[in-house]
Each structure stands twice: as structure tokens, then as C-alpha cells.
């Protein structure tokens, strides 16, 4: 996030788009309603009826996918309308003419036939986000896990700089982070192209520099995306994985190919706090302890670093990541394997403890420079804290951008990889309930959350459902290309015609056999919003009568 989750409730418009706030980041949800009561308007942009849409002013339901088409078409209106902040993108932004031309024929009349919102309200949302002194823009999976995602969040920052909405209190352009610390994974280079603090490695100076700090040659490749691994391994690039607080073969879309993948491999290792449908699948499961065993610091959603502090020891064999890492390395340096780790003197003797390999993150990374854990001991600081005097940023962007001018972009409108057709006429989105969590590894097994959200449904839009000849409550059998699986039905109108919605949480009727598994170019996400699917009435299975002779 640009902006901090308590700012929320200063800004005077709040555009929702793709992300189900109240159940899926329920805090940052309440901090959403408390603005409306402040006087916010909120406009949702959901393909689905979601809870925040009843305090919203504005809901615009479009077609999934079709995110792009939506947001050039609001930008359309507000340069054709004259309601852009000149001085901003004459102060703060390049390439605007190549972005008024990109937009100049996205007519609201235009994004209406592809996105299916009236056009008077795509005018209305982009007046009223126009209008405001302070808006702020909130996405999530709804606008990234889309073939075209990267170009959906392009189209989004677009929109809040034309607008002036970045740099300042109330407003920003704020993704909503998944997990707990998936921000501080990003950051420490938890991703194939970057050394810690977004270093590119193929940049030769970074490359010089972690050389230098770890003691080690490195290569100037970027790695293989977590998506693109399972081709990889079917065509032989790729033998061994080690794979820590992951459980594909259920969060991984086309899990069918996972599974493929992941049986080839010559060693598989997992590394997790429960056994999964993944670690059933390893030659090595290391028993991982889980946060409140451990020492360490977490960096949440809005950039903000907090101590984690071990509460209870870890059961049984079970140890924390960072030294199941290290008794790892030892092994390797022990037994000879160890020339493509470490040659510090000092790693051989004493391998690293959470505060040592903080040290080396601020030593490391500008940005957390001037954090230490005696700081931390204090209070929680936000990136950039460049020195020990830093206070901390908790508003991005203000009075300028890392690379001087922020580039607006050329974004074209393309749809999904696959759309409905004759034989599969539906379109399946997927996402998340408000009682469980992605593979439901850890939240089912809490009764609680399980009486709460027992099992898995698929939502489906009365007038699909009378097509389909099926009724709330009916068994139906959702197939994709790619796989099929049974569940209820829950027949509602909180969902679009022509749409059906699955939660990916269950194992029973796992929704990733269905999705499609192809991949936004410049990032590799998949495409787990949108698939074709057919639903037809479960027939059931007759029982086998047995003709055993007695
Ligand atoms: N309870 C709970 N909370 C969670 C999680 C969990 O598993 N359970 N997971 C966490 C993680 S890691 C993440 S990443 C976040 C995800 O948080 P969200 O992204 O909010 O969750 P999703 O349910 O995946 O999808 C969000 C919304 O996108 C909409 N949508 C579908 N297709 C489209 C589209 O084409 N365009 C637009 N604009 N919207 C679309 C769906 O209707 C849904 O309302 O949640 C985090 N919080
Ligand atoms: N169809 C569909 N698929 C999706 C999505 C979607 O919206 N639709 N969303 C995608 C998104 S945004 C996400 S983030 C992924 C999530 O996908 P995963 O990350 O694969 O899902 P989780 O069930 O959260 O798995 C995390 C694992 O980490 C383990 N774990 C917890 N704490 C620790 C720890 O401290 N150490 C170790 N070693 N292990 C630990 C848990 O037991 C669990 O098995 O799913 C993706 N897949
Ligand atoms: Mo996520």
C-alpha cells in the first residue's frame, strides 16, 4: 500500500475494485465502513453482490476481466471532461500523451459492450472519483490474477495519478497483501528477478554488491517464476524442489498438471507446519514451527515492520524455518556440498539467528537502514526508514517518485485466455470465504471455522441455474477442459448471469482442477479468476452391487 490502513477513513472517495475487503482483510474492511459513516463514498467494482456493496454509493458489476476496458474508460471521462489535475501531470508524471491517445477511444459506450456497466455509470464513477480531493484506489485478486493483470494494475495507477491521488493522506493506490508477511517475502527477494529490497539481478552493480556481501559468486540470471516451474519439470529443466509454506497441488491453478509436475521430480522436499497434500507427496518433509514459535520480524500490508516474538516453543521434532535453513547448510558444508553457499568464516561456526540476519537485511536494503531490533523493541517502523533517525514513511510518493517522474502507460484492453462457448457456456471465478483460508491446512482444523464454512458450493445465478435444471441445494458436477468436481449448489442472485463462483478452500471439490492455468506475460500470474466451465445435475454414481458367492 502507498497509504496507511488508519488513513483510510480521511479519504473522501473509495474506489473497491476486485477485492472482497469485509472478508477477506475483515480490519481494513472496518476501517473502509467507518469512512462511509464518516461521509465516504464508496464505489465497489465487483462482478459479485459482495457485502460492502450495501454501503456502497456506487456498485458497478462488470463482466470478469473486463477490469482494463473499465478503468481506460473512466480515465476516458475525466480527460474528455476536463476533470484531470494539470499541474500534477505537468509537475509529477511523462508520457501523457501516449496515455491520452491510448484512451481516446474508450467511450464509456465502448466499455459498456465489453464490460456490461451502463455507461451513465461509468461517467457517474468517474466524476465522482475525479471530484474528490482525496481518493483512494483498494484492488486485489479481482484486478492481479487475470492474464492481464500487471496491465490492470498499470491502468489503476494511471488512474490515481491523473487524478494527483498519490502522495498524499486519504487516498493512494493500496493492494491489499494476502498473508501476514507476504510483504516482507517480497522485500527480502522472495521472488526470481530481485535480490533483497527489489535489487535487480541482472543489474551488474547489485549483483557486485550481494557478491561481495555474501561471499559467494551469483549468477546475473532471473530464476523461473513459481508458475512456470511445473512445465519446466515436465520438459526436464527442473529436478529438485524445496518447497516452504506452499501447498500447490491445492492453490496452484490446473492442479491436475501440478500434481503431474510435482511426481516427476527426482527429490521433492516440503517444508511445512501440518502434512499436506503436498508434503504427502515428498521424499523429505521438514516439520516447520509456526509464527507464534518463532523469532523475527513481519512487514504487513501497509510497509510496516513489527517483532514477532516466540510465545510457545514448537512441538515435538518441529523447528523454526530459519534454523531448519541453517542445519541444512551445515549439513551440505559438512559433507562437502558446500561450495555454492557461503564462504564467511563465520557461518561455519555460528550460523545466523533472526537478529544477526536482520542486521544483514538493514545492511543490505537502504530502505530499512535505519531500523534495528533496538528500535523495533519501541514500536513498529514503516519503510523507508533510511537512517536511525527516520521516523518512517507512511505515506509513499510524497513529493515525488523513486524514478523522478512516475510513466503513465499505453494499456490495451485484452480479454481473458479462454471464454465461454458452446460447450462450456459459463464463466467460473474463484476466490475466498470469510472462514477459511486458501487450502484450509490450518483453518480446518479449528471446529469453529468449520461449522462456520463446512464445505465447499458453488454460487449461481437464478436464471443459469433454471437453464442448468437445477435447484438450490442440487449435487452438480462443474467441469472445466482441465477437470471436474462435485458439489452443491447455492442458488443466488448476488452473482451475475453467465457467472459462477467457487471457493478454492476445499479438498473434497477442489476449484483448482478446474482453472486455467495460463499466465499474465510480464508477471506469471495465473489466471484464476476467470475459466470457462458447464454445470450439469450430479447424476450419482449407482452403487456396485456385489455378487459374492457365500
Ligand atoms: N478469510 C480469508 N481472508 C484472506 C485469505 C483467505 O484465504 N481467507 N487470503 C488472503 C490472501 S493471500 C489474499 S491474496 C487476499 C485476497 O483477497 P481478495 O482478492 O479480496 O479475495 P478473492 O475472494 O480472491 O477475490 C476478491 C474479489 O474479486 C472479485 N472478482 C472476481 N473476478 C473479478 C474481476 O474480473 N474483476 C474484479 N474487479 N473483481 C473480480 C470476486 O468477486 C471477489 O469479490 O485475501 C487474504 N485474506
Ligand atoms: N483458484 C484459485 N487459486 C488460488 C487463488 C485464488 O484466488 N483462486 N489465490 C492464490 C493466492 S493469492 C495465494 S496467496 C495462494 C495461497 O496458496 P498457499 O500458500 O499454497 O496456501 P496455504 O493454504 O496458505 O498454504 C500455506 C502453507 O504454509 C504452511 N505454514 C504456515 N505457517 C508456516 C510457517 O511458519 N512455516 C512453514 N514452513 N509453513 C507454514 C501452512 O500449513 C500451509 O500448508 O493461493 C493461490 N491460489
Ligand atoms: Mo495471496
Keep these: 500500500m502507498t497509504n496507511p490502513i488508519n488513513g483510510i477513513v480521511d479519504g473522501e472517495v473509495m474506489l473497491v475494485i ?3 475487503t469485509t472478508e477477506t482483510h475483515p480490519i481494513i474492511g472496518l476501517r473502509m465502513l467507518e469512512a462511509v459513516k464518516k461521509g465516504a463514498r464508496l464505489i465497489v467494482a465487483d462482478p459479485r453482490r459482495i457485502t460492502l456493496c450495501d ?8 463482466r470478469p476481466g473486463t477490469d482494463g476496458a473499465l478503468i481506460n474508460s473512466m480515465c476516458h471521462v475525466i480527460l474528455r471532461d476536463g476533470l484531470e489535475d494539470r499541474k500534477y501531470i505537468g509537475e509529477r508524471t511523462e508520457n501523457f500523451e501516449a496515455f491520452r491517445t491510448s484512451v481516446a477511444d474508450c467511450t464509456p459506450a465502448w466499455a459498456e459492450q465489453i464490460t456490461g456497466v451502463p455507461a451513465a455509470a461509468i461517467e457517474e464513477a468517474a466524476h465522482l472519483f475525479a471530484g474528490a480531493g482525496r481518493a483512494g484506489i483498494y484492488y486485489t485478486m479481482g484486478i492481479t490474477q487475470h492474464t492481464s493483470g500487471t496491465d490492470n494494475v498499470c491502468a489503476l495507477a494511471n488512474l490515481a495519478l491523473i487524478t494527483g491521488n498519490l502522495g498524499k493522506e486519504g487516498a493512494g493506490l493500496n493492494p ?5 508477511n507476504v510483504q516482507g517475502a517480497s522485500d527480502m527477494g522472495c521472488n526470481p528477478t530481485f535480490f533483497p529490497g527489489y535489487q535487480r539481478c541482472d543489474d551488474p552493480a547489485a549483483v557486485k554488491k550481494f557478491a561481495g556481501i555474501w561471499g559467494v559468486g551469483l549468477s546475473d ?3 523461473l517464476m513459481a508458475t512456470e516451474i511445473p512445465d519446466a519439470i515436465l520438459d526436464g529443466r527442473v529436478a529438485g524442489m524445496w518447497i516452504m509454506g506452499e501447498n500447490p497441488i491445492l492453490s496452484d491453478p490446473n492442479s491436475d498438471h501440478v500434481r503431474k509436475a510435482l511426481e516427476k521430480l527426482e527429490i521433492l522436499v516440503v517444508q511445512d507446519i501440518f502434512l499436506t497434500e503436498t508434503a504427502e507427496l515428498a521424499d523429505v518433509v521438514l516439520p516447520a514451527a509456526s509464527f507464534a514459535e518463532k523469532e523475527g520480524t513481519f512487514t504487513n500490508t501497509e510497509r510496516k515492520v513489527q517483532r514477532v516474538r516466540r510465545a510457545v516453543p514448537p512441538p515435538g521434532e518441529a523447528r523454526d524455518d530459519l534454523s531448519i535453513i541453517n542445519m541444512v547448510a551445515a549439513r551440505m558444508l559438512a559433507t562437502g556440498h558446500g561450495h555454492t553457499i557461503s564462504t564467511d568464516p563465520v557461518f561455519h561456526t555460528v550460523p545466523p539467528l533472526a537478529p544477526e540476519v536482520f542486521d544483514e537485511i538493514t545492511a543490505c536494503w537502504p530502505a530499512m537502514a535505519g531500523m534495528s531490533y533496538r528500535r523495533l523493541e519501541q514500536g513498529p517502523l514503516v519503510w523507508p526508514c533510511p537512517d536511525e533517525d527516520h521516523p518512517g514513511t507512511p505515506i509513499l510518493h510524497v513529493g515525488g517518485f523513486p524514478r523522478g517522474r512516475a510513466l503513465l502507460s499505453a494499456i490495451t484492453w485484452e480479454g481473458p485466455d479462454e471464454l465461454p462457448d458452446e460447450e462450456y457456456p459459463l464463466v467460473l471465478t474463484t476466490g475466498r470465504v470469510l472462514y477459511q483460508y486458501h487450502t484450509g491446512t490450518m483453518t480446518r482444523r479449528s471446529q469453529v471455522l468449520e461449522d462456520a464454512a463446512p464445505g465447499p458450493y ?3 445465478n437464478p436464471e443459469d441455474a433454471g437453464t442448468a435444471g437445477v435447484r438450490d441445494g442440487d449435487e452438480v458436477r462443474a467441469s472445466s477442459r482441465r477437470g471436474s468436481i462435485v458439489l452443491p449448489v447455492r442458488v443466488t ?4 448471469k453467465g457467472l459462477v463462483f467457487i471457493p478454492f478452500h476445499y479438498r473434497e471439490a477442489a476449484a483448482n482442477l478446474l482453472t486455467n492455468d495460463a499466465l499474465d506475460p510480464h508477471c506469471k500470474i495465473a489466471e484464476a479468476k476467470v475459466c470457462a466451465v458447464k454445470i450439469e445435475k450430479a447424476v450419482s454414481e449407482p452403487t456396485p452391487i456385489s455378487l459374492q458367492v457365500t
Design 493 to 496: 442472485g448476488r452473482i451475475q
Design 458 to 460: 458453488v454460487e449461481m
Design 55 to 62: 454501503s456502497a454509493k456506487l456498485w458497478l458489476q462488470q
Design 176 to 180: 491489499l497483501r494476502g498473508q501476514n
Design 18 to 20: 476486485g477485492s472482497n
Design 221 to 223: 540470471r532471473p530464476g
